[in-house]
């Protein structure tokens, strides 16, 4: 399947902020409102923002009417999803992307937002695992938030690097990225969202977690078959992991490990992914290349 790329931004053009998941309050998105009239954009809030039926960002079919009117204007370049959280997965599937084919917009967002990367990609369409709106002021996030700028105007990007770590598999390959949020490409499996893993080099991060969690979710992938192709893995960040009174025995990093060698390709850990200030973005369905050596690994996007 060939991978349709969204224009790249243009001064002037107009933006809208979303919240497909978790409620958020305008004020909480004033230094992404400020961030985004600096970059030369024209901002747009959906009727989502503000709006609550409990944790989520008002009811299913709030959230998924405002998401599909951005999805469907032609004045919008893009849709930045402002949280993440939970919710996403319960309006994906009432979307139509009829509109949306005959002018693809960027949708950029990560945690939750994994489900419309992967359902986006499902489809033919590229997009952008990066940080939200309500991070934009994060201190330590600067060079990430520079990272999402640069791909939303198809600026020239230097790629990703890792340092040296004790469990990187030495190797290259290149493929289009894939990937996310490990709970959320769990939670895809065998769904309509679901992404093809095979011949891609895929990208994992997670938040909060039991490490017995990790375990049975990469299990489910290794066990469903979508670790048997791919062409490389890079490991994000694995922030404030859990155990039991009992520990499971092995660091969320030893887990991946565990079943990465149950296959021969590179693999590639400690890269700025995540659920950290430094949470680079990163082109969905975008060919890249993946170089893992003993001094360390890098990723970097093939010649267009």
């Known amino acids: 399947m060939s991978i349709v790329f969204p224009p790249p931004l243009q001064p002037g053009q107009r933006v809208a902020i979303v919240a497909p998941a978790r409620q958020v309050l305008a004020a909480d998105l004033a230094p992404a409102l400020h961030t985004l009239a600096a970059w030369g954009l024209d901002v747009t809030l959906g009727e989502s923002i503000g709006a609550a ?3 989520f960002a008002g009811d299913d079919a709030l959230r998924r009417r405002d998401l599909q009117r951005q999805l469907d204007d032609p004045a919008v370049g893009a849709v930045f999803c402002a949280r993440g959280g939970y919710g996403t997965a319960r309006l994906v599937d009432g979307l139509d992307f009829t509109a949306f084919a005959r002018r693809p917009k960027w949708v950029a967002g990560f945690s939750d937002v994994t489900v419309l990367n992967c359902h986006l990609l499902a489809r033919g369409f590229a997009s952008l695992h990066a940080p939200v709106p309500v991070l934009f002021a994060q201190a330590g996030g600067e060079t990430a ?13 230097a790629g990703l690097a890792a340092p040296a770590h004790l469990l990187n598999r030495p190797g290259a390959a290149t493929g289009a990225l894939v990937g996310g949020n490990l709970s959320l490409l ?4 065998g769904t309509a969202s679901q992404a093809d893993f095979r011949g891609r080099i895929l990208f994992l991060e997670d938040l909060d977690e039991y490490l017995y969690h990790i375990d049975r979710m990469l ?8 670790l048997a192709g791919l062409a490389g893995l890079v490991v994000g960040h694995f922030s404030l992991m859990r155990d039991n009174a009992v520990p499971f025995g092995h660091t969320a990093l030893e887990i991946i490990d565990s079943y990465a060698r149950l296959y021969d390709f590179p693999v590639g850990y400690g890269f700025a992914v995540g659920h950290e200030p430094d949470n680079r973005a990163l082109v969905v369905g975008r060919e890249a290349r993946l170089v893992v050596t ?3 690994a890098r990723l970097t996007y093939s010649a267009a």
Do not use: I, K, V, W
């Open 145 to 157: 938030l520079e990272s999402l700028r640069r791909a939303l105007f198809g600026d020239a990007d």
């Open 219 to 226: 299990l489910h992938l290794h066990r469903s078959g979508q």
């Open 53 to 55: 039926d409990h944790q």
């Open 186 to 189: 769990h939670t895809l499996t």
């Open 294 to 296: 003993e001094t360390g």
